[in-house]
């Protein structure tokens, strides 16, 4: 069974006082020691304004070793700590629980080196998305993982977050992508393991537990990243499908006559669509003359503008004689590439302006894929509007909830259900944004019970007091930090 169990504040803890202040001032530097209300206020609500913290303090360092004097003086004083990035995580885990020190890497935003040979990058934590990636288009690669809170999310929120994205399709797992990292372990300790080869098995590979740890184990503050060469041709084609098994169809017919160059393929619902339209400026329907319950965007990246064109152009005809869609365009150019991209990246954005909303990040095997969403809309009739879209090509749904107001009543109706759903299906609760606060508890759902008592262990192995991201990821009774 699941033991869902109310946070309570971890009284072993101790509470930020003035010396403490006055250390952090002392060694990082009054700059990086923010009490403004303003600000603490943006730094404890979460993206979807669901979670609300009251930290006192944000910590911004600049360099690795004043994230460890920061750490080792927590660690000795027990004083529970967030590591935070651009705050775009959606399971509240970057933001405190109740008042942990925010230690915020957006002071620590430099890229550190290139290799154009090997398409190697290091830089800093602190490095939003979009401009690592600016600063590789200027050298013909781009960051293999991409999404739409690029303008501000963070390399080391990325990696904590082992992100997916829109090119996982492509590119594959992140942790296949990252080679090195350095981390600070919750006493100060520096780990060096930046890495910068592509094959290195010399015992177990420590790095890969920092990722997708979500600041439970060690901050992130540098990272080695392998990037791609940016590519020279890129199609896009919007199709809309009268049922969903057209869609699954249409995708398999794409992985056969796309092969090698299908760089991604997303799924939103008609309802996705209009939430976008309505929310988000600078958008229109791209095909308003038919309203279909379903839209594909596909996307093809290579080095051959003319073979890939040809591709892309066949594989639409012969789906559109195969019946497979009702409607679609073929992106004529990058503006229209980019305005197709600008709706599908729009929903994150679009759900955060409708208001409160639950998000649930789900995989699901293929068969399955969108059963669900039509279930819960029945299910939860004039409660809440259901929002089902997502990357289907790696059978990850983003199955989301506006509701009026945000009320345990309706989340009650939600859960357990979707777990449970998905749990006797054996897919994951948690595809790509990770448990954070919102799903600790969800864990046994897709991770027996043995597995998450040994991460307990790597917890106690990793940070023995407990203090780094507390309450978040693993349930209270797989922890022994207190
Ligand atoms: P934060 O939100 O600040 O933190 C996330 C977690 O990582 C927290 O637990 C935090 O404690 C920890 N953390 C942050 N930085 C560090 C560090 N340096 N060291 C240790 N721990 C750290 N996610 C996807 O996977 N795929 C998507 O397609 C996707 N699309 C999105 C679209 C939108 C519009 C938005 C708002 C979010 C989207 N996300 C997506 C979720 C989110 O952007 C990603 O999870 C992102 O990687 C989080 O980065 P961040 O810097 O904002 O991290
Ligand atoms: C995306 O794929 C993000 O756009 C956001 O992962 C998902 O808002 C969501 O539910
Ligand atoms: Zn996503």
Same mark, same amino acid.
């Given at each position: 069974?699941?033991?869902?169990?109310?946070?309570?504040?971890?009284?072993?803890?101790?509470?930020?006082?003035?010396?403490?202040?006055?250390?952090?001032?002392?060694?990082?530097?009054?700059?990086?020691?923010?009490?403004?209300?303003?600000v603490l206020d943006l730094a404890n609500?979460?993206?979807?304004?669901?979670?609300?913290?009251?930290g006192?303090?944000v910590? &911004?360092?600049?360099?690795? $070793? /004043? %994230?460890?004097? *920061? !750490?080792?003086?927590?660690?000795?004083?027990? #004083?529970?700590? +967030?590591?935070q990035?651009?705050n775009?995580?959606?399971?509240?885990?970057?933001v405190?629980?109740?008042?942990?020190?925010i230690?915020n890497?957006?002071?620590?935003? &430099?890229?550190?080196?290139? $290799? /154009? %040979?090997?398409? *190697? !990058?290091?830089?800093?934590?602190?490095?939003? #998305?979009?401009? +690592?990636?600016?600063?590789?288009?200027?050298?013909?690669?781009?960051?293999?993982?991409?999404?739409?809170?690029?303008?501000?999310?963070?390399?080391?929120?990325?990696?904590?977050?082992?992100?997916?994205?829109?090119?996982?399709?492509?590119?594959?797992?992140?942790?296949?992508?990252? #080679?090195?990292?350095?981390?600070?372990?919750?006493?100060?300790?520096?780990?060096?393991?930046?890495?910068?080869?592509?094959?290195?098995?010399?015992?177990?590979?420590?790095?890969?537990?920092?990722?997708?740890?979500?600041?439970?184990?060690?901050?992130?503050?540098?990272?080695?990243?392998?990037?791609?060469?940016?590519?020279?041709?890129?199609?896009?084609?919007?199709?809309?499908?009268?049922?969903?098994?057209?869609?699954?169809?249409?995708?398999?017919?794409?992985?056969?006559?796309?092969?090698?160059?299908?760089?991604?393929?997303?799924?939103?619902?008609?309802?996705?669509?209009?939430?976008?339209?309505?929310?988000?400026?600078?958008?229109?329907?791209?095909?308003?003359?038919?309203?279909?319950?379903?839209?594909?965007?596909?996307?093809?990246?290579?080095?051959?503008?003319?073979?890939?064109?040809?591709?892309?152009?066949?594989?639409?005809?012969?789906?559109?004689?195969?019946?497979?869609?009702?409607?679609?365009?073929?992106?004529?150019?990058?503006?229209?590439?980019?305005?197709?991209?600008?709706?599908?990246?729009?929903?994150?954005?679009?759900?955060?302006?409708?208001?409160?909303?639950?998000?649930?990040?789900?995989?699901?095997?293929?068969?399955?894929?969108?059963?669900?969403?039509?279930?819960?809309?029945?299910?939860?009739?004039?409660?809440?509007?259901?929002?089902?879209?997502?990357?289907?090509?790696?059978?990850?749904?983003?199955?989301?909830?506006?509701?009026?107001?945000?009320?345990?009543?309706?989340?009650?109706?939600?859960?357990?259900?979707?777990?449970?759903?998905?749990?006797?299906?054996?897919?994951?609760?948690?595809?790509?944004?990770?448990?954070?606060?919102?799903?600790?508890?969800?864990?046994?759902?897709?991770?027996?019970?043995?597995?998450?008592?040994?991460?307990?262990?790597?917890?106690?192995?990793?940070?023995?007091?407990?203090?780094?991201?507390?309450?978040?990821?693993?349930?209270?009774?797989?922890?022994?930090?207190?």
């Amino acid at each position: 069974g699941v033991r869902k169990e109310e946070i309570i504040r971890d009284a072993s803890f101790a509470r930020l006082d003035a010396d403490d202040l006055e250390f952090f001032t002392r060694t990082i530097g009054s700059a990086g020691v923010i009490t403004d209300k303003a600000v603490l206020d943006l730094a404890n609500t979460d993206w979807m304004r669901r979670y609300k913290g009251s930290g006192q303090v944000v910590l &911004r360092p600049r360099t690795t $070793d /004043e %994230v460890s004097m *920061i !750490l080792k003086h927590c660690h000795a004083r027990r #004083l529970p700590v +967030v590591p935070q990035g651009g705050n775009t995580g959606m399971v509240g885990g970057s933001v405190p629980v109740f008042d942990e020190v925010i230690l915020n890497l957006g002071s620590m935003d &430099r890229v550190l080196s290139f $290799d /154009e %040979v090997g398409g *190697i !990058l290091t830089c800093e934590a602190g490095c939003t #998305l979009g401009d +690592v990636d600016a600063f590789l288009e200027e050298k013909g690669h781009t960051m293999p993982w991409d999404f739409g809170s690029r303008k501000t999310c963070q390399i080391g929120g990325n990696v904590s977050t082992n992100a997916g994205g829109i090119h996982f399709l492509r590119y594959g797992s992140l942790r296949a992508l990252v #080679l090195g990292l350095e981390v600070v372990l919750a006493d100060g300790t520096v780990l060096d393991m930046m890495s910068e080869v592509r094959k290195d098995n010399t015992g177990y590979d420590v790095k890969q537990l920092f990722i997708g740890a979500e600041g439970t184990l060690g901050v992130i503050t540098k990272a080695a990243i392998l990037a791609a060469r940016r590519p020279s041709s890129v199609h896009v084609a919007f199709l809309a499908c009268n049922s969903f098994e057209d869609v699954k169809r249409t995708f398999s017919a794409a992985r056969k006559e796309l092969g090698e160059i299908l760089s991604a393929y997303e799924v939103l619902d008609r309802q996705s669509i209009d939430l976008v339209l309505k929310h988000i400026e600078d958008t229109s329907d791209p095909l308003p003359d038919s309203r279909q319950p379903f839209y594909i965007l596909i996307e093809t990246s290579g080095s051959n503008k003319e073979h890939d064109r040809s591709k892309m152009k066949a594989f639409v005809d012969n789906s559109k004689r195969s019946g497979l869609f009702v409607d679609g365009l073929l992106a004529q150019d990058e503006e229209q590439m980019a305005a197709l991209w600008h709706i599908r990246k729009g929903v994150g954005h679009a759900l955060q302006r409708a208001g409160a909303h639950y998000k649930y990040d789900l995989s699901i095997p293929m068969i399955h894929f969108y059963e669900l969403v039509d279930e819960m809309r029945a299910r939860l009739k004039g409660e809440a509007d259901v929002i089902g879209f997502g990357h289907l090509g790696d059978g990850n749904l983003h199955l989301n909830f506006v509701v009026p107001k945000y009320d345990e009543r309706v989340v009650s109706k939600i859960e357990p259900y979707v777990f449970e759903w998905i749990a006797a299906r054996r897919g994951s609760v948690s595809a790509e944004h990770g448990l954070g606060r919102m799903k600790a508890d969800a864990i046994t759902y897709s991770k027996p019970e043995n597995v998450v008592k040994l991460m307990g262990s790597v917890k106690t192995l990793f940070d023995p007091k407990g203090i780094l991201n507390p309450y978040k990821v693993l349930p209270k009774w797989a922890r022994n930090d207190t």
